[in-house]
């Protein structure tokens, strides 16, 4: 999206080849065609998916069943069936998937690596490592989600300062990455391996991922942290679309490159730190979700919000599998994306790039 001084005064759309100009007094924005329908598309999709996901279980329900359930209207063990297991479960889901595509977006763009993740690159490590370390550690009063704000903030400063700098590229910073997530790792694993197994078994959702009985004060915080990066994502979006060429093209279309990098890498890190806070570390999402709305948009721009929307579509789809597939027995949604996205890294790291 581009804003541009215009002189006409009605807001009325016209075509310029791939774009929709819209116009409003003295300002004119364009809209990438495809993105835009792509968005719509996505939404419906996700619509859908939602009335599935709250009819669908160990009791189905119809869709209108659930609809009004969801509400409080209906049978009484409807209402708790949506209310109480399901319906909190979807909106973790929604946000958390949201949270990861946009990251794995932001960070991509920033590094002209698709493999740099939050996931690959240590920052869901380290913010698990912190988060199981609030609980199976250190004797704190602070939540698990501040800490794994804390372990997330880390791991991205060691990448990024151990590769050269935020506007490191390149396989040295996804080689530094995943030294860093290994050294996390490792450091979760003896933590776990240290304390008795109540306190491990607390702490294993923030290991494998998933959505299963989630609490509302992650989700609050999850919810909050995405509405305030949402005005960021809108400037970011812009810059972003210049950073994919080179430093000097990127400048001399006037792009502050230092702060549009931190605002980047502080939006990424915020959103990954609470997204794994609240679902654990579902690291492939971040994967799989920007190269579809990548494809979706034609490859012309940056899709911050198409990125979101696959991510909270893969996220919920995974899930609804998880848990219906083999009911009454639950597969983690982890243990789903991971099975997903591994061939799916494989294929990006053997296929030849011919665009």
């Not at 009484?76 to 889901?93: D, H, S, T, Y």
């Not at 240590?122 to 250190?138: C, E, K, P, R």
């Not at 279309?253 to 230092?258: R, S």
Request: a positive charge; one cysteine or more.
């Amino acid at each position: 999206m581009s804003f541009n001084p215009g002189s006409e005064a009605s807001c009325s759309p016209s075509v310029l080849h791939d774009f929709y100009r819209w116009r409003w007094r003295d300002y004119s924005f364009l809209i990438l065609k495809r993105g835009l329908w792509s968005a719509v598309g996505l939404w419906l999709c996700l619509l859908m998916l939602t009335g599935l996901s709250l009819s669908s279980g160990s009791q189905s329900l119809t869709p209108l069943q659930a609809l009004l359930a969801a509400f409080g209207v209906g049978e009484p063990m409807n209402v708790f069936l949506v209310q109480e297991l399901r319906l909190q479960r979807l909106v973790a889901g929604l946000l958390t998937g949201f949270a990861f595509g946009i990251s794995g977006c932001l960070l991509q763009t920033l590094a002209h690596n698709r493999l740099a993740t939050p996931g690959i690159i240590g920052i869901d490590d380290g913010a698990t490592a912190f988060a199981v370390a609030s609980i199976v550690a250190v004797p704190t009063s602070l939540a698990p989600p501040m800490l794994a704000l804390g372990g997330a903030a880390t791991a991205a400063a060691l990448s990024f300062g151990l590769s050269g700098g935020s506007g490191a590229r390149g396989y040295r910073f996804i080689v530094v990455g995943i030294g860093v997530g290994a050294l996390f790792g490792a450091l979760t694993n003896l933590m776990l391996a240290r304390t008795d197994i109540d306190s491990a078994n607390a702490a294993y959702p923030w290991t494998v991922g998933s959505l299963n009985a989630r609490t509302d004060g992650p989700i609050w915080a999850l919810a909050v942290g995405i509405m305030v990066c949402l005005p960021l994502m809108g400037y970011l979006a812009r810059q972003l679309n210049t950073l994919r060429f080179s430093e000097a093209v990127a400048c001399g279309l006037g792009v502050h490159l230092k702060r549009s990098r931190m605002l980047t890498l502080i939006v990424a890190v915020l959103l990954t730190a609470l997204a794994v806070a609240v679902a654990g570390p579902v690291g492939l999402i971040a994967l799989v979700a920007p190269e579809l709305a990548r494809y979706l948009n034609s490859y012309k721009s940056v899709p911050l919000i198409n990125a979101g929307l696959v991510g909270a579509i893969t996220m919920v789809a995974t899930d609804l599998v998880g848990r219906t597939a083999l009911s009454p027995i639950e597969i983690p949604v982890g243990v789903i994306t991971a099975v997903v996205g591994g061939p799916y890294l494989l294929w990006i790291l053997l296929r030849p790039d011919r665009r």
